[in-house]
Each structure stands twice: as structure tokens, then as C-alpha cells.
């Protein structure tokens, strides 16, 4: 599992410092350094004291003060580690486990993917030897469906509960349920054998099934405690500590220097040209210090990044001392770790980060802070059964996170830019995700569980009863989950098992016998990256000439299908005998060429390869429909239909499942020839609803391949 990917990451950063020099190099000396003047390592020894005598433990301290790199790090010098055991600590993005898992594979002088390593979905860096392990909250919970009982842990740390992703609730739900498993059959081993059902309805002997051996192994297994961590950054440990029956919550004290913060006198209008001008005044008039953007996704950061190098090449070369680097999820890793290096000499770095950098990650060196107040959110409408991003207004405590971040190493400047006035009529904190979102894919993997009754489930912040009934029903209409709403054998179970959305995991399952499982895996991965093609602002003609030899009259899946396979045909002619870092430069100049983005591809490159060893251990039939692109078409409207509009006489669409008015987004391939009808992917909404990612597709079909929906409706 621990694959090339790390050597990357080495070979390419902070390793190249440290080639060939022994424990004691000045490497590895400023490092031990850094880890000594943290705030945390006074306390180690209380830290582990309250771990002992606390099965539960809430620890809050702020951004930076170590509590990710550290805590760990006790736990396994405590000997939490003894006996094979692994310390497991969550994170709500990706980016976070995957950067923390580097770094303190550094510390620890090893290589990442042994004693330390991380899990993310589509990207695995342990093995067997793994002792110290970084995941998102999501892993975990998918991995309690393999081990109920998640056996081999010896503490699970949920880190960032502050940020209350649906994950995290759910994760904090379940292991309550386990935590109270594992001591009870310590105490008393009677209870393994009546597949004892606790206040959640959680039934643990059920998940494990029919084979006698398994439950016999588990039973051993699951007799050590397992200690649960909770930690946040808020300081509020209130919620936490009621939820987990008073638990005892400890608090570490930070170091903050003063950040002096600025607003605009007035709202600005184009929030991107703003940060532009403040990174730049900044650059040219402030003393050295790098600074730290928050922008709200992959497209937003490359375009400032494109537009950041265009005026600096226009600077006096005396000051065009200034290095940009884009950080969010889709990055490849080692480009990620490129965040935490220093600046050249001389040179000041611009970061461009998604806000990961609000609380997951802390990047050394930031004394300033620019700050548009937005974030991207899930948003979800239950009654109508849609759910789409859209960019809000930050909450106040996380203005305030984001401030801290320039006030690290010694005082900050933080520009905000929008009037204060603004800033008082922002929320207090962050509505929980799970309040806010599509719950089909919890739900299932709840089910999956055993966790049959969903409305009475122990959660943290019930989601609201027609959200969770919305979603059952989405379930059902997929045919995950029989008339009786018990998880369906073999589709729902097989639904659960993938580990995407459940209308991605049926569109697979559907594929394989409409014969087309080649193409709706490419299109499943090309869908789960942002903007596989990019048009700069002032190459907007050349880059419509350039894709157009992609695009399909049949709508945009197939296009992203066309482009796939373009450039893995083109690589296959050209890297016969290549390297892979040969390999990739040939298909990034290929990329640059076409208008198509290079970090979106290649990143759909290995959620394909992953996917595709999950269909194949399931046994599905991985099938081409060749040129017959009919029987494609027609698997989506079998698995999409919920995203089913009609074309109405003035030319906007209406969605049939939620009646909602859409327009087709002008970046896609039917944007000027809009069909009668067609089956969309992905709603956007900002001053209008786009839908984008769509095909043509006869309306016929919808009754005919998706009756369980339209054959009532009609
Ligand atoms: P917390 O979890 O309390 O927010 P962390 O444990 O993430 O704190 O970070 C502790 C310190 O380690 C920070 O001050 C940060 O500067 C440093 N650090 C974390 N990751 C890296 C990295 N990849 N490279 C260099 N320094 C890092
Ligand atoms: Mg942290």
C-alpha cells in the first residue's frame, strides 16, 4: 500500500535537506527543536496521565499549539502502541491526514507508510508495521463496516469535532456504541453472545455474519478497551462533554501574538481582483512574512495563481521576489507538502489555500493573513431532495480562526475583505454539515451497520426528520433498501461496499449490465474531480478550439469520456519505454496543449484505478458498449434519474424530482444546443441554479428504465 507516492514526497521536499545525514543533523536537530518549544510538550506527561484515567477525554487547544503532531507521538511513547495496537486519529480532510502523516513521519525519522502512515479514499500509505495512523473520518467509518468492533485500535482520536462534518458525528455516534462494546466484553463475556443491542440499535454480532470462525476471532479481539480522544479547536467543550456523558475535557494553553485586522470601507464586488491587489500590496509595502489567502475551491486558487504570476511578470524584476503555491484537496501530495517548504532566500511565499489552512494544517512562516470572508458549503433542500455547493459567508469563529493563522510566530496583520460592519452580522459559528446535507450516504452505510432504526440513532445534533426520510427514500428508489427498509441483498449491500455517493455506486452496479461498466467508471471518475478543462480569460477562443475535437453532441459525459481516453491513448503510443516521471511530463505538455488541467486528470487517472479494483473485487462485469454509446446513455437515465429536467418553452429548465428551475451552465457542451431532455450530475447555485455535466437523453427512457419513479408520478 505504501507506494511510490511517498518516495515522491521525500525525494522531492523536505528530504533532499536530510539525504545521508545521520540523527544528529542539523536537520533533525532544528526539528527536535521546533517539537520541544511547542506548547503541548510541557504537558506530555499530564496529557498521558488523563488519557490512563479517562476512557473518554475532550482536548481543546488552539491552532498550532501541536495537538495533531504530538498527541500521537505520547501515546505511542506510552506504550499504546504495545501488542501490534494502532493509534488512529480522524481528520475532515484529506489534505490534513495526508500533510500531518508526513511531517510526523519526520520527526520520527522514519519512512512514511511504516510506523507512521495515513488512509484517505483512493490513496492508502500504510502497512502492516503502521503503529500511528492519519485517516479522514470518513476511512474509518468505512472502515468499521470490515471491523465492527475496529479491534486493532487502541485509542481513536476524532481530531478537528469543532469542524462537525457529517462524519465526524456520525464516527463520534458509532464509537460511543464500540467503546461501550469493547469494555463490556471485558467485563462481562456473556454479553458476546446474545448480539446485544445497546441504545443505538447498533448490533454488533449481526455485522459479522454468518461464519462461526470470524465471530470467534472477533471475540478475542474485541476484549481490550479502546480509549477515545475528542479534539477540537473551539473552545466550547461544552457540547462535546454532555454528548459523552460528562466527560472530562482538558484545555492547552496556546501562544498568540496580537494580529492587527483591517477591513474594506466598502463591500467589494469582485472578490478575487481584491485579494489580488491586497496580495500585492502587501508584497511591495509590507516587511517580510508570508502570507496566507483563503479562497473557496481548486478553480478559484488556479485562476488566482495564473493571474498572480501574469502581474508579477509585468513587476521590476527587483520585486518579483515572490513564490505562489496552491494548496487544496485535489493536489497531488508531494505538491501539497510544497506549502510547508520555506520561501527561497529572499523570496516571500503566497499561499493559496481552501480552508484546510483554517484549522487542519498550520503552515510555519504566515504573518499575513487575506481573508474575502467565503467558504464553500454543502447546502441541502430536503424537500426537494437536492444538494449543491455554494460559497457563504464564513461564521464568525471562523474569521477569527483565520485571523490566528498570522499571528503564530509573532504579530500579524490580517486583511478582511469586506466592511466590519459585515463582520457583526456574521453567524457565530457553522450550522453542523449533517444539518445541511444529502444523508443517503451515511444512511447507508448506517444500515450497513446494523443500524436499523436511523431516526432513533444516538447522534450528536439529530438531522431533521424529513431529511433523514428523504434521504431513506432516495434508498429506496435506487433499490438500495427493500419495502421494509432493511439494506437490499445484493445491490444495497454491494452500494455500501463502494466507497462512493450511492447514486455513483448504483450507476457502477447498473453499468456492468447495461454493458458499459469502462465508461461510467471513466465518467464516475472524471466526475469526482473539479474542472477537468480550463479556459484563462485571455485564451478563452483558443481554449474553445482546442477541446472541441472532445466534445460529444450528446452531452458532456461522453466529452469527459473522449477526453479520458485521449490522453491514455496518447500516453500508451509515447511512454512505451518512459519512467513514470518522464510519463507524467509528457501528459502535463499533453494537458497544457489541450486546455485540459493536469492536476484534475491525473487525479481522475488514480480514482479510476482505484474504483476499478473495488468493481473487480465485487465481480462485476467490466464491459465496453465500444461505439454504442445508446446503452450509456440510457444506464445513466437508470441511475440519475432523480437528476432528470425538461426543457421549458423559454428555454430554462424544470427538474422533475424537485420541480426546481434550472439553466444549463455555460460550460457545458449543450450550453447552445439545449435537448428536450436531459440527465445532470452536479447543481450549482449562485445567482442562478446551473446544472452542469449533462446528457441528452430520450424522456421515454425515464418511465421505461426508472418506473419505481415515473411510472407513479406521471
Ligand atoms: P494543532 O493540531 O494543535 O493545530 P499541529 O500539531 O498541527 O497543531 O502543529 C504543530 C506545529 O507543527 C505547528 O506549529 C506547525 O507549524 C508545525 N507543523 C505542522 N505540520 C508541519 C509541516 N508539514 N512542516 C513543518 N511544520 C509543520
Ligand atoms: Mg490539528
Known amino acids: 500500500a505504501n507506494g511510490n507516492a511517498n518516495g515522491n514526497v521525500n525525494g522531492k521536499f523536505s528530504n533532499a535537506n536530510r539525504n545521508g545525514q545521520t540523527n544528529s543533523s542539523p536537520w533533525r536537530q532544528k526539528i527536535a527543536q521546533q517539537r520541544k518549544s511547542l506548547p503541548i510538550a510541557s504537558v506530555e506527561k499530564r496529557l498521558i496521565e488523563e488519557v490512563r484515567k479517562n476512557d473518554i477525554l475532550?482536548?481543546?487547544?488552539?491552532?498550532?499549539?501541536?495537538?495533531?503532531?504530538?498527541?500521537?507521538?505520547?501515546?505511542?511513547?506510552?506504550?499504546?502502541?504495545?501488542?501490534?495496537?494502532?493509534?488512529?486519529?480522524?481528520?475532515?480532510?484529506?489534505?490534513?491526514?495526508?500533510?500531518?502523516?508526513?511531517?510526523?513521519?519526520?520527526?520520527?525519522?522514519?519512512?512514511?507508510?511504516?510506523?507512521?502512515?495515513?488512509?484517505?479514499?483512493?490513496?492508502?500509505?500504510?502497512?502492516?508495521?503502521?503503529r500511528i495512523k492519519y485517516m479522514t473520518d470518513g476511512l474509518l467509518l468505512r472502515e468499521a463496516l470490515l471491523d465492527p468492533y475496529l479491534s486493532k485500535y487502541s485509542v481513536i482520536i476524532v481530531d478537528e469535532a469543532h469542524e462537525r462534518t457529517v462524519h465526524t458525528d456520525v464516527l463520534m455516534g458509532l464509537l460511543k456504541t464500540v467503546q461501550l462494546t469493547r469494555s463490556e466484553s471485558i467485563n462481562d463475556g456473556r454479553n458476546l453472545d446474545n448480539g446485544n443491542k445497546n441504545a443505538n440499535g447498533f448490533m454488533l454480532d449481526k455485522v459479522?455474519?454468518?461464519?462461526?470462525?470470524?465471530?470467534?476471532?472477533?471475540r478475542r479481539e474485541k476484549s481490550s478497551p479502546l480509549k477515545l480522544i475528542i479534539m477540537s479547536a473551539s473552545l466550547d467543550a461544552r457540547t462535546f462533554s454532555e454528548y459523552f456523558g460528562g466527560a472530562?475535557?482538558?484545555?492547552?494553553?496556546?501562544?498568540?501574538f496580537p494580529v492587527d485586522i483591517f477591513y474594506t470601507r466598502y463591500p467589494e464586488t469582485d472578490y478575487v481582483d481584491a485579494s489580488l491587489i491586497t496580495i500585492f500590496q502587501v508584497h511591495l509595502e509590507e516587511t517580510p512574512g508570508d502570507i496566507l489567502v483563503f479562497l473557496t475551491g481548486q478553480e478559484e486558487?488556479?485562476?488566482v495563481e495564473r493571474l498572480i504570476k501574469e502581474r508579477l511578470s509585468k513587476l521590476p524584476p527587483g520585486s518579483q521576489n515572490l513564490v505562489v503555491v496552491p494548496i487544496y484537496a485535489a493536489l497531488p501530495p508531494e505538491q501539497q507538502m510544497r506549502a510547508f517548504a520555506p520561501a527561497p532566500s529572499g523570496f516571500r511565499k503566497v499561499i493559496l489555500a481552501t480552508n484546510i489552512a483554517e484549522t487542519s494544517i498550520t503552515i510555519p512562516g504566515i504573518k499575513y493573513v487575506i481573508d474575502p470572508g467565503l467558504v464553500k458549503a454543502r447546502s441541502y433542500d430536503p424537500g426537494k431532495g437536492m444538494e449543491s455547493l455554494i460559497v457563504v459567508p464564513t461564521s464568525k469563529s471562523q474569521a477569527l480562526q483565520r485571523s490566528g493563522r498570522a499571528g503564530r510566530e509573532g504579530p500579524g496583520k490580517c486583511f478582511r475583505l469586506y466592511p466590519e460592519n459585515e463582520f457583526e452580522k456574521l453567524e457565530d459559528s457553522t450550522m453542523p454539515e449533517?444539518?445541511?446535507?444529502?444523508?443517503?450516504?451515511?444512511?447507508?452505510?448506517?444500515?450497513?451497520?446494523?443500524?436499523?432504526?436511523?431516526?432513533?440513532?444516538?447522534f450528536i445534533e439529530k438531522p431533521s426528520r424529513t431529511a433523514i426520510i428523504k434521504s431513506l427514500e432516495q434508498l429506496f428508489l435506487l433499490g438500495a433498501l427493500t419495502d421494509e427498509c432493511q439494506l437490499s441483498d445484493p445491490v444495497g449491500r454491494q452500494m455500501a461496499r463502494l466507497p462512493l455517493d450511492p447514486d455513483y455506486a448504483k450507476a457502477l452496479i447498473l453499468a456492468?449490465?447495461?454493458?458499459?461498466?469502462?465508461?461510467?467508471?471513466?465518467?464516475?471518475?472524471?466526475?469526482?474531480v473539479e474542472s477537468i478543462f480550463y479556459s484563462p480569460r485571455d485564451k478563452y477562443e483558443e481554449a474553445r478550439a482546442a477541446t472541441k475535437c472532445f466534445a460529444s453532441p450528446e452531452g458532456d459525459h461522453i466529452t469527459l469520456i473522449n477526453v479520458y481516453r485521449a490522453a491514455a491513448d496518447f500516453l500508451e503510443k509515447r511512454t512505451m519505454e518512459m519512467n513514470k516521471a518522464k510519463s507524467e511530463?509528457?501528459?502535463?505538455?499533453?494537458?497544457?496543449?489541450?486546455?485540459?488541467?493536469?492536476?484534475?486528470?491525473?487525479?481522475?487517472?488514480?480514482?479510476?484505478?482505484?474504483?476499478?479494483?473495488?468493481?473487480?473485487?465485487?465481480?462485476?462485469k467490466l464491459?465496453?458498449?465500444?461505439?454504442?454509446?445508446?446503452?450509456?446513455?440510457?444506464?445513466?437515465?437508470?441511475?440519475?434519474?432523480?437528476?432528470?429536467?425538461?426543457?421549458?418553452?423559454?428555454?430554462?429548465?424544470?427538474?422533475?424530482?424537485?420541480g426546481q428551475v434550472v439553466q444549463i451552465h455555460p460550460s457545458s457542451v449543450l450550453f447552445r444546443k439545449k435537448p428536450d431532455c436531459i440527465i445532470f450530475n452536479e447543481l450549482i447555485q449562485t445567482n442562478n441554479k446551473y446544472v452542469r455535466n449533462l446528457t441528452r437523453v430520450d424522456h421515454l427512457w425515464l418511465t421505461e428504465l426508472a418506473p419505481q419513479f415515473y411510472a407513479v408520478q406521471n
Not at 489534505?95 to 511531517?103: D, G, L, N, S
Not at 459479522?208 to 472477533?218: H, L, M, T
Request: aromatic fraction near 8%; glycine fraction near 8%.
Open 585 to 620: 511530463k509528457v501528459l502535463r505538455k499533453w494537458c497544457n496543449e489541450n486546455f485540459i488541467n493536469s492536476r484534475s486528470l491525473r487525479h481522475a487517472r488514480d480514482i479510476h484505478r482505484q474504483i476499478q479494483g473495488h468493481v473487480q473485487q465485487m465481480g462485476l
Open 248 to 256: 472530562k475535557a482538558v484545555h492547552i494553553q496556546g501562544r498568540q
Open 58 to 130: 475532550i482536548i481543546v487547544g488552539e491552532t498550532g499549539s501541536g495537538k495533531t503532531t504530538q498527541i500521537p507521538q505520547f501515546l505511542f511513547n506510552a506504550g499504546f502502541c504495545n501488542n501490534g495496537k494502532v493509534v488512529g486519529i480522524t481528520q475532515p480532510r484529506r489534505v490534513a491526514a495526508v500533510t500531518v502523516a508526513k511531517r510526523v513521519a519526520d520527526e520520527c525519522g522514519v519512512e512514511l507508510g511504516q510506523k507512521v502512515g495515513y488512509s484517505v479514499r483512493f490513496d492508502d500509505s500504510t502497512s502492516n508495521s503502521t
Open 208 to 218: 459479522n455474519g454468518q461464519n462461526g470462525s470470524f465471530v470467534r476471532k472477533d
Open 512 to 528: 456492468s449490465q447495461f454493458n458499459c461498466l469502462e465508461e461510467m467508471l471513466i465518467t464516475v471518475a472524471m466526475l469526482s
Open 623 to 658: 464491459a465496453s458498449c465500444g461505439d454504442d454509446m445508446l446503452q450509456f446513455r440510457r444506464c445513466l437515465v437508470a441511475s440519475f434519474f432523480l437528476n432528470a429536467a425538461m426543457k421549458q418553452a423559454d428555454g430554462t429548465y424544470r427538474a422533475y424530482a424537485s
Open 301 to 303: 486558487i488556479e485562476a
Open 434 to 458: 449533517i444539518k445541511r446535507c444529502n444523508l443517503s450516504n451515511v444512511i447507508l452505510q448506517l444500515k450497513a451497520l446494523g443500524v436499523d432504526d436511523i431516526l432513533g440513532f444516538d
